[in-house]
């Protein structure tokens, strides 16, 4: 019997699946992996196997190829043929403010360079917004800074209200 060759068609039985209905042998349309997929009318299935069928805008489960992860930063997919492909992680994703300062650039951006977020705010990725430091060295005292504002802004508002509060009760309460 040997190989078959792509386009043949089989009963299931012949190829010792379960189900009824005929198979035929296709190739992916993305990779050219060869497999049997059941015959819809005259035509397979699905034209892709199920590796390529899941990634990026092809899977049914695309939303645009933009996500928020656990701790605030935007994702960006970008396709294998993209320029900044190369900062994509495992998944085809790039975060967005890396992608941002990358364009911005003209180049890919290194692994050790960061990219920091002036305000704090890890979703703000306006250009102004975003600054590129050569290694972590320098992030780490704009981020303790940046924590320092954060609380100082807090404690300056705690005050605020602590005197408004004063005033509020020194009008209510009659002169001796």
């Not at 035929?24 to 196997?49: Q, S, Y």
């Not at 100082?152 to 408004?164: C, F, S, V, Y």
């Amino acid at each position: 019997m040997g190989m078959p060759k792509v386009g043949d068609i089989k009963d299931a039985s012949q190829i010792g699946r379960n189900y009824h209905g005929k198979y035929i042998f296709h190739a992916c349309e993305d990779c050219g992996k060869v497999r049997w997929v059941a015959l819809k009318g005259k035509k397979p299935d699905t034209v892709r196997c199920c590796v390529c069928a899941h990634i990026g805008h092809k899977s049914c489960n695309w939303k645009g190829g933009r996500h928020i992860d656990s701790c605030g930063y935007i994702h960006i997919y970008v396709e294998p043929q993209d320029p900044y492909f190369a900062m994509a992680n495992i998944d085809h994703y790039v975060s967005e403010h890396r992608l941002i300062i990358a364009k911005r650039l003209g180049r890919c951006l290194e692994r050790w360079e960061i990219v920091h977020h002036k305000n704090g705010v890890r979703n703000d990725n306006r250009l102004g917004n975003l600054e590129l430091l050569p290694r972590m060295v320098e992030h780490l005292p704009s981020m303790r800074m940046q924590a320092k504002i954060i609380e100082l802004q807090k404690e300056i508002l705690k005050w605020q209200k602590l005197t408004i509060v004063l005033l509020q009760q020194s009008l209510k309460t009659p002169a001796k």
